[in-house]
């Protein structure tokens, strides 16, 4: 099959979705692998060492998609790439349709068929496409949420850990999955009171044991809105597969918190879990409504695209060996990823 890997045009995301050892890989099974020129500069992968790993490198974006059939990106197509897209290419990649009606009905148009990675689940449950980048995600939201505490940032001027004398700050965590968990680890090693919600007893059992300062409680309405109204740092990293996240904080609850605290949704992607927010970008990755920092960046791990990078190529070459050399008998897992073909919305999520 003819794969291409274009370079990625959204502000400031530097992550390619194939690394140079990942795409050799695919080149080794018969496969030819098409590489957009400096698609993987950012994260730190030259042109040469694709080259070397036996990947052709075309020019430009045009030429890119008039050489694949498969295209694998890491975000979802924007404008101009939409206008790039055929209905015989396979698209494979974040697409996050729940929140972006317009694109599903675009890429409805345009007869494609489109597997995102969010929506590729084992029989577990598990979706391992999404758990990498949920995984810096969740790491990522306390180093940026510690800094915008700073006061040169607008911040109430707090120190998470505290310090002798000074009491600890408090982090409240929506959702113990993948991303809240790895939140919760980070928050707990800098010595932060750490509340994570969650309805599922196990992961309550898990995120308790990270420490003494970690409390799991279940998402009733009253105890959320009582533990964000006292949070310094509130994370949201809810996640129903393929849907639209379901908003656990009102604007109300934000207009309670104290002024300079901070709020990170990392379900943005899925329209986010708090109502205040909104979709932002590394340009300008933050906004204040109500004196609360608010953060909504939709590629969180664009912030940090080799180890995101290297991440992500390692989950998902199983998943594009299958599907490249397979395309019209899809495992279960890359079936059940399927969101558009020809025309026709197939997650039952998205319908």
């Known amino acids: 099959m003819r794969i291409g890997v274009p370079k990625e045009i959204k502000p400031n995301e530097g992550r390619v979705v194939l690394i140079p050892e990942a795409a050799a890989q ?24 694709y ?24 975000k979802e197509p924007v404008e101009p790439e939409l206008s790039l897209l055929k209905k015989e290419h396979i698209l494979f990649s974040f697409l996050h349709l729940a ?10 148009s345009i007869g494609l068929k489109a597997i995102g990675f969010e929506t590729v689940e084992l029989d577990n449950g598990k979706l391992p496409l999404l758990a990498p980048m949920s995984d810096i995600a969740g790491r990522l939201s306390v180093q940026i949420g510690t800094h915008l505490l700073h006061t040169s ?10 310090v002798p004398a000074a009491p600890r700050g408090k982090v409240v965590i929506l959702g113990g999955g993948m991303a809240g968990s ?8 800098l010595g932060a009171e750490v509340l994570v919600f969650d309805r599922n007893r196990d992961k309550m059992e898990s995120l308790r044991n990270i420490g003494n300062n970690v409390t799991a409680l279940y998402p ?26 379901p908003h656990l904080v009102s604007e109300e609850d934000v207009k309670q918190m104290q002024a300079g605290s901070v709020i990170i949704d990392i379900s943005v992607d899925q329209g986010g879990c708090i109502e205040t927010t909104r979709p932002t970008s590394y340009e300008e990755p933050t906004f204040v409504l109500h004196g609360i920092t608010h ?13 995101a990078s290297q991440s992500l190529s390692a989950s998902l070459i199983p998943f594009l060996i299958d599907l490249a050399g397979s395309p019209d ?19 039952p999520a998205l319908k």
């Open 26 to 49: 695919l080149v080794s099974q018969g496969h030819d692998v098409f590489v957009q020129s400096h698609a993987g500069v950012i994260s730190g992968y030259s042109d040469t060492e």
């Open 51 to 74: 080259v070397n790993s036996g990947v052709k490198i075309v020019p430009d974006a045009s030429a890119l998609y008039n050489s694949a059939e498969l295209i694998v990106k890491v």
């Open 99 to 108: 929140a972006l009606p317009d694109l599903t009905q675009t890429l409805c």
């Open 153 to 162: 940032m607008g911040g109430k001027g707090i120190l998470l850990g505290g």
């Open 182 to 189: 790895n939140a919760a680890h980070v928050a707990a090693s």
């Open 220 to 245: 009733h309405p009253a105890s959320i809105q009582k533990h964000v109204r006292e949070a310094d740092l509130l994370i949201g990293a809810v996640l129903v597969v393929g849907e639209k996240a």
């Open 295 to 307: 953060f909504g960046v939709t590629n969180m791990p664009g912030g940090v695209p080799r180890t």
């Open 329 to 347: 008998n899809l495992s279960p897992p890359l079936q059940a990823g399927v969101n558009i073909d020809a025309g026709e919305i197939i997650h």
